[in-house]
């Protein structure tokens, strides 16, 4: 799933949830259990450093959204701003230990890898991963329901 994803249905745990903990367990889980979904993936194993600009962009377009989102909502109530970025941290975190697996060389972290990439239902550069609109029909659904939550959903 593309991180913006992740983001975003991080912060919607995050904004509904009151227990900070209970937020950074369910996004972890809510992270593997995305990945299940068939998706396309813009990174495989093929990639070569240089395209990681396209994690800066969906970070950066994530992370837009958020500042736009807490901006319209004015929220500035501390704790749900601390956990929706308990939500957000800890829905990136499984792909921020690949990350470190590959490019730091972080080889402990390896069963987390096997275990995350196990999940996905396609291997890594199969067709159905590739980055394409008809592979990401569940990232768009869930950002956008996310994006709605986000806005129009009473917070907690
Ligand atoms: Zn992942």
């Not at 990945?35 to 194993?45: A, F, Q, V």
């Amino acid at each position: 799933m593309i991180l913006t994803t992740h983001i975003l249905s991080g912060a919607a745990l995050g904004a509904n949830i009151q227990n900070p903990y209970a937020v950074a367990a369910l996004s972890i889980v809510l992270h593997f259990l995305l990945d299940i979904l068939p998706h396309g993936d813009y990174l495989n194993k093929k990639s070569r450093l240089w395209e990681f600009w396209k994690v800066a962009v969906d970070l950066a377009f994530g992370f837009a959204l958020i500042g736009g989102i807490i901006f319209f909502r004015s929220i500035t109530d501390e704790s749900t701003l601390r956990n929706i970025s308990v939500g957000i941290f800890f829905s990136l975190l499984p792909d921020g230990t690949t990350f470190l697996y590959f490019w730091m060389k972080m080889k402990f972290l390896k069963p987390i890898k096997n275990f995350h990439e196990k999940l996905h239902c396609y291997k890594n550069g199969a067709p159905e991963r590739e980055f394409r609109l008809e592979n990401n029909l569940f990232d768009i659904f869930f950002t956008l329901a996310s994006l709605l939550l986000l806005l129009f959903w009473r917070m907690s």
